[in-house]
């Protein structure tokens, strides 16, 4: 294309996926995917947006200041794990976690980068009533990565429990009253450490989850996205309606899957 459009200095904005998000939505992302991989190799990385609604008191990150590694790395994701049933479970998700802190710690200046490009501050939603959200610093090219979604915990909806990556974050997913407002469906037909996501969480959806007392990290501001609109009262399907046309025109930037599971990145 001649001239790439872009994005001003204006709040982020992009609804979560969900449970209902369709097989036409998968294949969007994945083409999505397929297409910034491709740009990634041809050019060095862009920079990075984030998404979700409320930043969270400071404390001891398994991954703090550990930023994310350059695309080839990634792939030491798809290692397998042997072993079936909730075993193949556990040790898959655990198998994730170890990968993905070792990636932390060989690219920081890959994720200081992209910090680079965004601010968390007061959300502009319901007149800060939605806590914070993430901002552009500058004007960012549409297609350009902003930022990478944290994963605090791997659960499914088979009913098994969410799985945290450190005993502290385990706590805060077992607890009571836990926020759920960060869950992130992970579309697409990635393989999870070598084996099929949904055979390992009994044929249902895999998500990753936030656990926000968590120190944030450079680069992993994905979830301080807020979703551009709310559902009015009553909530009925006229509101339902409206709600979804208000929060696609809001949107401004969008998670695809990028490398192997459960990796996801925030595009413009």
Known sequence: PAASPTLDESQLFCRSVSRGDNEMMVKRRELLLAWCTTACFCRSFSTAFTNTNRLLPASASPFSARPFPPFGRLLSLAAPIDGDGEYARTQAIRGAFDRLEHLHETSSAFFQKLDKLVVVRASSIDGGAAGRGLFARKNIKAGSIISFYPVHGIGGDDGSACVGASDDIQKYFDREGADTS??????????????????????????IDVDPTVQVDPGWLSHFINDGATVDLPGDEACMLDYYTRSRAAKNCVHVPFGPCPVIATVA
């Open 182 to 207: 960060y869950v992130q469906y992970l579309v697409g037909s990635r393989p999870f450490m070598s084996q099929d996501s949904k055979e390992l969480f009994g044929g249902e959806a895999m998500y």
